[in-house]
């Protein structure tokens, strides 16, 4: 199993920062690049909140918080790390930019994984000497509590640098998930893609506002998403039959035309300000750290209520979130008795 003590995240915005909280509070030391000269702050205002949410989600049983440094270019953040994270903006010519430097400077065992959201790793690939170590390790936000990341490979990844990576981000208590064949947007947004062009068309159309729309997601469907996903819940919905029934029942209706997810309403002011204002109008007396507070506390109780379904086991998030409180626990106990006992004064 590939043991991670050091990691680099090149890139401290909200995904960066992230993976920052998610390593350092899993006992890894972090260094971190990025150029942003508020980038210290924002990191360390992720961290303030990923430190509160770990308090409950991991039971009492955390490692020493990883050191957190911040390098003054890529080559000396990335120099001695085992697993170097880029999350730098969407723009190919700027991945390459980086992952150039970054394949440059880091050691040759060293794992890189891209936190792209769609672009294809093949593509990256063509700006390394030794591409055969990159990946897309394409995580959710937040980070640090959201525990699914997709692994991706590239045309030149090698089957090596896969079964590390997998290693590894399970190490931390994530379930990594192989996505097989290499495609834009890999698999989770896609599925997103599709409801957002929906949700745009919904709005603008006049059929709901912003509100709505979230309304009937976080109290319908989305609370059966968070813990069956979508095939086992249409399997339930079939019935004694499963799924076989209900693709009887519900197949039919893909001819219909329901949806639009063919077509994109045209992008334009109008429609910026139609959403911006709806959702101003929603949340927008709430400020995004304390939003940030809300949704964390949301998924730690979500997860925490899942690990003591299903018996000892859990389900869904929760049953990963037990196995990483055990871990935690016994790592912790490992580590208490590896402590040399203080000699008794005479």
Not at 39 to 64: C, D, F, Q
Not at 317 to 335: E, V
């Amino acid at each position: 199993m590939t043991k991670i003590t050091m990691a680099a995240c090149i890139g401290g915005g909200v995904i960066g920062a992230g993976w920052v909280a998610r390593l350092a509070l899993n006992g890894i030391d972090v260094a971190i690049f990025d150029p942003d000269p508020q980038a210290e702050r924002k990191v360390s205002e992720v961290m303030a909140n990923a430190r509160r949410a770990y308090g409950i989600l991991a039971g009492g049983a955390l490692p020493p918080e990883g050191r957190i440094t911040y390098a003054g270019s890529i080559a000396d953040a990335v120099s001695n790390a085992d697993l170097i994270q880029e999350s730098v903006p969407e723009r190919l010519d700027i991945k390459h930019k980086v992952l150039a430097e970054i394949d440059a400077h880091a050691r040759a065992d060293a794992l890189i994984g891209s936190s792209t959201s769609g672009i294809k790793p093949s593509d990256m690939q063509t700006a390394m000497n030794n591409p055969a170590r990159l990946f897309v390790a394409h995580p959710f936000n937040p980070v640090y509590l959201l525990p699914v990341v997709e692994i991706v490979g590239g045309a030149a990844t090698s089957g090596d640098t896969i079964e590390r990576a997998m290693a590894a981000y399970a190490s931390i208590g994530m379930k990594p998930v192989h996505v097989k064949k290499e495609i834009e947007a890999f698999v989770a947004d896609r599925l997103l893609e599709a409801i957002w062009r929906e949700s745009l068309w919904l709005i603008k159309d006049g059929i709901c506002t912003t509100q709505d729309l979230d309304d009937i997601v976080r109290y319908g469907f989305g609370l059966r998403y968070a813990q069956m996903g979508v095939f086992d819940v249409y399997r339930v919905a079939g019935g004694e039959a499963g799924m076989r029934h209900f693709l009887a029942q519900f197949g039919p209706c893909l001819t219909w035309p329901w949806t639009k997810l063919t077509d994109v309403p045209e992008f334009n002011d109008e429609l910026v300000d139609l959403i911006a204002g709806q959702s101003d109008a929603q949340s927008g007396h709430i400020p995004i750290r304390e939003m940030e507070r809300i949704r964390d506390d949301n998924l730690v109780a979500i997860m925490d209520a899942l690990s003591r379904q299903n018996g000892r086991k859990g389900w869904g998030a929760g049953a990963l979130l037990k196995d990483y409180r055990k871990d935690l626990a016994r790592r912790a106990a490992n580590a208490k008795a590896a402590k040399p006992k203080k000699k008794k004064k005479a």
